[in-house]
Protein backbone atom coordinates (compact mmCIF):
# COMPACT_ATOMS: atom_id res chain seq x y z
CA UNK A 1 0.00 0.00 0.00
CA UNK A 2 1.35 3.98 -0.86
CA UNK A 3 2.33 6.22 1.49
CA UNK A 4 -0.62 8.31 0.55
CA UNK A 5 -3.06 5.25 0.82
CA UNK A 6 -2.00 4.62 4.47
CA UNK A 7 -2.13 8.41 5.53
CA UNK A 8 -6.01 8.67 3.97
CA UNK A 9 -6.82 5.77 5.76
CA UNK A 10 -5.53 6.66 9.00
CA UNK A 11 -7.27 9.93 8.73
CA UNK A 12 -10.49 8.27 7.63
CA UNK A 13 -10.48 5.75 11.24
CA UNK A 14 -9.66 9.09 13.21
CA UNK A 15 -12.93 10.91 11.89
CA UNK A 16 -14.89 7.65 12.49
CA UNK A 17 -13.40 7.23 15.90
CA UNK A 18 -15.05 11.26 16.51
CA UNK A 19 -18.00 10.55 14.81
CA UNK A 20 -18.86 7.13 16.71
CA UNK A 21 -17.82 8.51 19.97
CA UNK A 22 -19.93 11.72 19.23
CA UNK A 23 -22.93 9.63 18.32
CA UNK A 24 -22.35 7.53 22.15
CA UNK A 25 -21.86 10.94 23.71
CA UNK A 26 -25.47 12.19 22.39
CA UNK A 27 -26.97 8.54 22.71
CA UNK A 28 -26.95 8.68 26.37
CA UNK A 29 -27.44 12.53 27.07
CA UNK A 30 -30.62 11.74 24.68
CA UNK A 31 -32.00 8.68 25.42
CA UNK A 32 -30.07 7.15 28.54
CA UNK A 33 -29.97 9.81 31.29
CA UNK A 34 -33.42 11.07 31.03
CA UNK A 35 -34.75 7.06 31.27
CA UNK A 36 -32.16 6.41 34.19
CA UNK A 37 -30.80 3.71 32.05
CA UNK A 38 -27.57 2.30 32.90
CA UNK A 39 -25.46 2.13 29.84
CA UNK A 40 -22.82 -0.08 31.54
CA UNK A 41 -18.88 -0.07 31.88
CA UNK A 42 -17.69 2.98 33.20
CA UNK A 43 -20.31 5.44 31.84
CA UNK A 44 -22.41 3.49 33.80
CA UNK A 45 -20.87 3.48 36.61
CA UNK A 46 -20.42 7.42 36.32
CA UNK A 47 -24.09 7.68 35.66
CA UNK A 48 -24.66 5.89 39.36
CA UNK A 49 -22.50 8.66 40.90
CA UNK A 50 -24.14 11.68 39.26
CA UNK A 51 -27.43 10.29 40.60
CA UNK A 52 -26.30 11.07 43.83
CA UNK A 53 -23.43 14.31 43.26
CA UNK A 54 -23.21 16.82 40.90
CA UNK A 55 -20.34 15.69 39.28
CA UNK A 56 -20.14 15.91 35.37
CA UNK A 57 -20.86 12.31 34.02
CA UNK A 58 -18.36 12.83 30.67
CA UNK A 59 -15.22 13.91 33.24
CA UNK A 60 -16.23 10.71 35.32
CA UNK A 61 -15.58 8.47 32.44
CA UNK A 62 -12.16 10.41 31.38
CA UNK A 63 -10.62 10.13 34.73
CA UNK A 64 -11.89 6.40 35.65
CA UNK A 65 -10.62 5.27 31.77
CA UNK A 66 -7.03 6.51 33.09
CA UNK A 67 -6.20 3.52 34.74
CA UNK A 68 -7.58 1.38 32.01
CA UNK A 69 -5.38 3.11 29.58
CA UNK A 70 -2.81 2.37 31.48
CA UNK A 71 -3.25 -1.50 31.67
CA UNK A 72 -4.54 -1.05 27.72
CA UNK A 73 -1.13 -0.01 27.13
CA UNK A 74 0.70 -2.29 28.79
CA UNK A 75 -1.27 -5.16 27.43
CA UNK A 76 -2.99 -4.48 24.29
CA UNK A 77 -0.65 -3.01 21.58
CA UNK A 78 0.66 0.28 23.37
CA UNK A 79 0.67 3.25 21.31
CA UNK A 80 -1.67 1.83 18.48
CA UNK A 81 -4.19 0.78 20.33
CA UNK A 82 -4.01 3.75 23.17
CA UNK A 83 -3.88 7.16 20.75
CA UNK A 84 -7.41 5.58 18.64
CA UNK A 85 -8.90 4.61 21.80
CA UNK A 86 -8.07 7.82 23.84
CA UNK A 87 -9.54 10.18 21.29
CA UNK A 88 -12.50 7.74 21.43
CA UNK A 89 -12.97 8.29 25.47
CA UNK A 90 -11.99 12.20 24.99
CA UNK A 91 -14.94 12.76 22.36
CA UNK A 92 -17.28 11.08 24.16
CA UNK A 93 -16.42 12.97 27.85
CA UNK A 94 -16.82 16.02 26.14
CA UNK A 95 -20.09 15.75 23.84
CA UNK A 96 -21.89 14.01 27.13
CA UNK A 97 -20.93 17.43 29.40
CA UNK A 98 -20.96 19.65 26.70
CA UNK A 99 -24.60 18.67 25.42
CA UNK A 100 -26.82 20.21 28.22
CA UNK A 101 -24.56 23.00 28.52
CA UNK A 102 -24.61 24.51 24.96
CA UNK A 103 -28.71 23.56 24.76
CA UNK A 104 -28.00 21.38 21.97
CA UNK A 105 -30.12 19.27 22.02
CA UNK A 106 -33.31 18.23 24.59
CA UNK A 107 -31.09 17.04 27.31
CA UNK A 108 -34.61 16.43 29.19
CA UNK A 109 -35.10 13.84 27.02
CA UNK A 110 -37.32 13.51 23.55
CA UNK A 111 -39.79 10.50 25.06
CA UNK A 112 -41.44 9.64 28.75
CA UNK A 113 -41.67 6.23 27.14
CA UNK A 114 -38.84 4.08 28.82
CA UNK A 115 -39.27 1.39 26.09
CA UNK A 116 -38.48 3.88 23.05
CA UNK A 117 -35.69 5.29 25.31
CA UNK A 118 -34.19 2.20 25.87
CA UNK A 119 -34.27 0.94 21.96
CA UNK A 120 -33.35 4.12 20.21
CA UNK A 121 -30.81 4.37 22.77
CA UNK A 122 -29.32 0.96 21.99
CA UNK A 123 -29.79 1.37 18.19
CA UNK A 124 -27.89 5.33 18.29
CA UNK A 125 -24.94 4.09 20.78
CA UNK A 126 -24.95 0.97 19.17
CA UNK A 127 -24.62 2.48 16.02
CA UNK A 128 -21.07 5.00 17.24
CA UNK A 129 -19.44 2.13 18.94
CA UNK A 130 -19.84 0.18 15.52
CA UNK A 131 -17.95 2.94 14.20
CA UNK A 132 -15.47 3.17 16.51
CA UNK A 133 -14.70 -0.49 16.16
CA UNK A 134 -14.32 -0.40 12.86
CA UNK A 135 -11.99 2.71 13.27
CA UNK A 136 -9.98 -0.23 15.15
CA UNK A 137 -10.09 1.75 18.54
CA UNK A 138 -12.32 1.07 21.35
CA UNK A 139 -14.52 2.92 23.85
CA UNK A 140 -12.53 2.32 26.55
CA UNK A 141 -14.32 1.22 29.49
CA UNK A 142 -15.54 -2.26 29.82
CA UNK A 143 -13.83 -2.80 26.30
CA UNK A 144 -10.41 -2.93 27.95
CA UNK A 145 -11.29 -4.90 30.40
CA UNK A 146 -13.40 -7.33 28.26
CA UNK A 147 -10.25 -7.23 25.90
CA UNK A 148 -7.59 -7.75 28.83
CA UNK A 149 -9.92 -11.01 30.12
CA UNK A 150 -9.98 -12.36 26.39
CA UNK A 151 -6.18 -11.89 26.05
CA UNK A 152 -4.92 -13.43 29.35
CA UNK A 153 -7.36 -15.48 30.48
CA UNK A 154 -9.16 -17.19 27.29
CA UNK A 155 -12.66 -15.75 28.32
CA UNK A 156 -14.58 -15.20 25.10
CA UNK A 157 -15.36 -11.32 24.61
CA UNK A 158 -19.19 -11.62 24.37
CA UNK A 159 -18.55 -13.31 27.84
CA UNK A 160 -16.28 -10.48 29.28
CA UNK A 161 -18.61 -8.09 28.18
CA UNK A 162 -21.88 -9.18 30.26
CA UNK A 163 -19.75 -10.22 32.79
CA UNK A 164 -18.45 -6.61 33.10
CA UNK A 165 -22.04 -4.72 32.66
CA UNK A 166 -24.12 -7.07 34.43
CA UNK A 167 -22.63 -5.42 37.53
CA UNK A 168 -23.08 -2.54 36.56
CA UNK A 169 -26.89 -2.67 36.20
CA UNK A 170 -27.24 -4.90 38.82
CA UNK A 171 -25.92 -1.79 40.63
CA UNK A 172 -28.30 0.32 38.34
CA UNK A 173 -31.30 -2.09 39.50
CA UNK A 174 -30.46 -0.62 43.45
CA UNK A 175 -30.34 2.58 42.57
CA UNK A 176 -32.08 3.87 39.87
CA UNK A 177 -34.96 0.52 40.09
CA UNK A 178 -35.56 -2.86 39.19
CA UNK A 179 -37.79 -1.58 36.07
CA UNK A 180 -34.73 0.42 34.73
CA UNK A 181 -32.19 -2.08 35.31
CA UNK A 182 -34.34 -4.74 33.07
CA UNK A 183 -34.59 -2.12 30.53
CA UNK A 184 -30.89 -1.18 30.21
CA UNK A 185 -30.47 -5.06 29.74
CA UNK A 186 -32.70 -4.37 26.68
CA UNK A 187 -30.21 -1.59 25.56
CA UNK A 188 -27.15 -3.70 25.93
CA UNK A 189 -28.32 -6.18 23.92
CA UNK A 190 -29.80 -4.33 21.52
CA UNK A 191 -26.59 -2.06 21.33
CA UNK A 192 -24.40 -4.87 21.22
CA UNK A 193 -26.20 -6.33 17.81
CA UNK A 194 -26.39 -2.82 15.98
CA UNK A 195 -22.36 -2.61 16.77
CA UNK A 196 -21.72 -6.02 15.21
CA UNK A 197 -24.00 -5.24 11.99
CA UNK A 198 -22.19 -1.78 11.55
CA UNK A 199 -18.91 -3.62 12.04
CA UNK A 200 -19.33 -6.78 9.92
CA UNK A 201 -22.55 -6.10 7.53
CA UNK A 202 -25.08 -7.99 7.90
CA UNK A 203 -24.37 -11.41 6.84
CA UNK A 204 -25.15 -10.62 3.07
CA UNK A 205 -22.99 -13.20 1.65
CA UNK A 206 -23.52 -16.83 1.50
CA UNK A 207 -20.86 -19.54 1.13
CA UNK A 208 -21.48 -22.82 -0.51
CA UNK A 209 -20.16 -26.36 -0.67
CA UNK A 210 -21.81 -28.71 -3.24
CA UNK A 211 -20.95 -32.13 -3.51
CA UNK A 212 -21.77 -33.88 -6.99
CA UNK A 213 -21.35 -36.02 -10.09
CA UNK A 214 -21.75 -33.07 -12.26
CA UNK A 215 -19.13 -30.99 -11.11
CA UNK A 216 -18.49 -29.87 -14.75
CA UNK A 217 -21.85 -28.94 -15.51
CA UNK A 218 -22.66 -27.20 -12.33
CA UNK A 219 -19.35 -24.91 -12.46
CA UNK A 220 -20.09 -23.54 -16.36
CA UNK A 221 -23.28 -22.44 -15.70
CA UNK A 222 -22.68 -20.83 -12.36
CA UNK A 223 -19.55 -19.36 -14.05
CA UNK A 224 -21.73 -18.18 -17.23
CA UNK A 225 -25.06 -16.97 -15.91
CA UNK A 226 -24.03 -15.92 -12.46
CA UNK A 227 -20.47 -14.74 -13.26
CA UNK A 228 -19.37 -15.91 -10.43
CA UNK A 229 -15.92 -17.83 -9.31
CA UNK A 230 -16.25 -21.56 -8.42
CA UNK A 231 -13.06 -23.44 -7.00
CA UNK A 232 -12.53 -27.32 -7.40
CA UNK A 233 -12.35 -28.89 -3.96
CA UNK A 234 -11.54 -33.02 -3.64
CA UNK A 235 -13.37 -34.83 -1.24
CA UNK A 236 -13.60 -38.40 -0.21
CA UNK A 237 -16.58 -40.42 0.83
CA UNK A 238 -16.11 -41.74 4.12
CA UNK A 239 -18.40 -44.42 3.71
CA UNK A 240 -18.22 -45.46 -0.22
CA UNK A 241 -13.70 -44.23 -0.33
CA UNK A 242 -14.74 -43.28 -3.59
CA UNK A 243 -12.81 -39.56 -4.44
CA UNK A 244 -15.92 -36.80 -5.33
CA UNK A 245 -15.29 -33.27 -6.40
CA UNK A 246 -16.54 -30.83 -4.48
CA UNK A 247 -17.44 -27.04 -5.57
CA UNK A 248 -16.79 -24.29 -3.54
CA UNK A 249 -18.05 -20.65 -4.36
CA UNK A 250 -19.31 -17.62 -3.18
CA UNK A 251 -22.63 -15.67 -3.66
CA UNK A 252 -24.90 -12.99 -2.38
CA UNK A 253 -28.08 -13.61 -0.15
CA UNK A 254 -30.30 -12.91 -3.64
CA UNK A 255 -28.38 -15.40 -5.86
CA UNK A 256 -29.01 -18.28 -3.47
CA UNK A 257 -32.34 -19.35 -5.16
CA UNK A 258 -30.90 -18.96 -8.91
CA UNK A 259 -27.74 -21.12 -7.77
CA UNK A 260 -30.15 -23.83 -6.22
CA UNK A 261 -32.19 -23.95 -9.34
CA UNK A 262 -28.80 -24.83 -11.40
CA UNK A 263 -28.09 -27.44 -9.45
CA UNK A 264 -31.38 -28.76 -9.14
CA UNK A 265 -31.42 -28.82 -12.61
CA UNK A 266 -28.21 -30.34 -13.19
CA UNK A 267 -27.93 -33.21 -10.63
CA UNK A 268 -31.13 -33.18 -8.48
CA UNK A 269 -29.42 -35.73 -6.06
CA UNK A 270 -26.02 -33.69 -5.55
CA UNK A 271 -25.39 -32.21 -1.83
CA UNK A 272 -25.76 -28.50 -1.28
CA UNK A 273 -24.48 -26.68 2.37
CA UNK A 274 -25.20 -22.77 2.67
CA UNK A 275 -23.41 -20.89 5.12
CA UNK A 276 -23.78 -17.48 6.20
CA UNK A 277 -20.24 -15.10 5.61
CA UNK A 278 -19.89 -11.74 7.29
CA UNK A 279 -17.93 -10.24 4.32
CA UNK A 280 -16.37 -11.21 1.15
CA UNK A 281 -13.13 -9.55 -0.13
CA UNK A 282 -11.88 -9.76 -4.00
CA UNK A 283 -13.13 -9.36 -7.66
CA UNK A 284 -16.64 -9.63 -7.89
CA UNK A 285 -17.33 -8.27 -4.39
CA UNK A 286 -15.70 -5.95 -1.98
CA UNK A 287 -12.53 -4.76 -2.78
CA UNK A 288 -9.33 -5.71 -0.17
CA UNK A 289 -7.61 -2.67 -0.51
CA UNK A 290 -10.55 -0.18 0.59
CA UNK A 291 -11.82 -2.98 3.34
CA UNK A 292 -11.49 -1.31 6.95
Known sequence: MKVTDRIWNSILDY?????????????????????DLASGGVSGIAQLINHYTEWPIGLMVFLGNIPLFALGWR????SRFALRSALAVAVFSLVTDLVPRLHLLPTAGITDDILLNSLYGAIVSGAGYGLVYRARATSGGSDIIA????????????QSYVAVD?????????????????????????SGIVSETILEGRGTVRTVLIVTSEAQAISERVMDEMERGVTFLQGRG??????????Y??????????LKAIVREADPQAFVVIGD????????????????
Request: aromatic residues 12%; positive net charge.
Open 15 to 35: LLVVLGAAIQGIALRLFLVPA
Open 277 to 292: AYEALGEGFKSLAHAP
Open 75 to 78: FLGG
Open 147 to 158: RILTHFRGIPMS
Open 238 to 247: AYTGGDRPVL
Open 166 to 190: AAVVLAAGFVFGWKQALYALITLYV
Open 249 to 258: CVITRSEVAQ
